[in-house]
Structure formats: structure tokens, C-alpha cells
Nanobody, 128 residues
Framework: VQLQASGGGLMQAGDSLRLSCAAS????????????TAWFRERPGKDREFVAT????????YSAHSVKGRFTISRDDVTNTVYLQMNSLKPEDTAVYYC??????????????????WGQGTQVTVSS
């Protein structure tokens, strides 16, 4: 599986932005409902952190508390693309955003170790 993240940019506080993660290559095997695609971010000087994840069917999604109500993850299974709609951006959202995909049997949706495939990252910078 290859992941291509795009959509980053230089924004102002309060703006909206949509990131895209296009998947290509060999599809996952196993139960589709356990295939998840997530967004993580790496803020300056901090460890990479979970942002949001969505199951292959879109039936399950989870978001970090810090972005809940502002960010929405969704997917288009026809185009194999996952989106992260980011509204009401804040300077603290400045980060490199990575998309990742994995087959998660348990419930560790927030753990980056559960994701086997990673995109290259896209920079989001939010000025005050």
C-alpha cells in the first residue's frame, strides 16, 4: 500500500483546510472493517501524535480530544482517499501531518505502532 498525503499549506487562525490521503497498491487482506486509515501529526519539538482514524467502511471513526469538534475524518472508498477536514484552525495545529494505514485487530486505534503504511507528510502552518 502506498499513501500520498497532500493539501497542506500556510493558513491563518480560524481558517479551514482539507487534507487528502490517496491510497494505491495492493489492498489489505483480512476483514475490511478492521482496516483503518489515520492521520497523525508531528508538532515542532513534540512527538508524533494521533489525530483521527476511520475504518475502511467509514462505520467507525475516532478523533483526538484536542481536535474533536473541529476536525472531521472521512473516506471515499471509490477513490481510496481519506480526508481530514480541519476547521477553526489554531496556531497549535501547526505540524507535519501524516496519513497511515493498518489492519487493527484490537482497539489500539491511537497507537502509531498499529499502522504499517505511512505517507510522506504534508506541512500545515497556522499563523495567529
Amino acid at each position: 500500500v502506498q499513501l500520498q498525503a497532500s493539501g497542506g499549506g500556510l493558513m491563518q487562525a480560524g481558517d479551514s483546510l482539507r487534507l487528502s490521503c490517496a491510497a494505491s497498491g495492493r489492498p489489505f487482506t483480512g476483514e475490511p472493517s478492521k482496516h483503518f486509515t489515520a492521520w497523525f501529526r508531528e508538532r515542532p519539538g513534540k512527538d508524533r501524535e494521533f489525530v483521527a482514524t476511520v475504518s475502511w467502511s467509514g462505520g467507525m471513526s475516532y478523533s483526538a480530544h484536542s481536535v474533536k469538534g473541529r476536525f472531521t475524518i472521512s473516506r471515499d472508498d471509490v477513490t481510496n482517499t481519506v480526508y481530514l477536514q480541519m476547521n477553526s484552525l489554531k496556531p497549535e495545529d501547526t505540524a507535519v501531518y501524516y496519513c497511515a494505514a493498518g489492519h487493527i485487530v484490537g482497539t489500539d486505534y491511537f497507537d502509531e505502532e498499529e499502522y504499517d503504511y505511512w505517507g510522506q507528510g504534508t506541512q500545515v502552518t497556522v499563523s495567529s
